[in-house]
């Protein structure tokens, strides 16, 4: 199921199984917590390693940022995949890619 999902993917799952319009503060609080917590694992280096828990680890915070970033944007109705199109022509003529 989770397979070469898409962004676009991503947010209509969490949109299907956890979208609260009005609890936009409390994703932004916990998108700051995931964000701190990334921080902790990566200046401990926490890495996933092969056939262990990916708990505690940089990539298990990644994905947890990922996940609030995209229900906030939910609760925006913000498209994240056409914000990265966007971004990226802009990125493009700025960084001259």
């Excluded at 990922?66 to 995949?81: G, P, S």
Aim: aromatic share 8%.
């Amino acid at each position: 199921m989770t397979q070469d999902m898409t962004i676009r993917q991503l947010q209509e799952q969490i949109r299907r199984t956890d979208h609260h319009p009005e609890a936009k503060e409390r994703y932004f609080y916990k998108l700051i917590e995931e964000i701190g917590e990334l921080a902790e694992v990566v200046r401990k280096q926490s890495r996933l390693q092969r056939g262990e828990s990916i708990k505690g680890t940089i990539e298990e915070e990644l994905y947890d940022v990922l996940y609030y970033v995209a229900a906030l944007a939910n609760v925006y109705d913000i498209d994240l995949q056409e914000c990265l199109e966007l971004k990226e022509q802009i990125n493009k003529v700025k960084w001259n890619k």
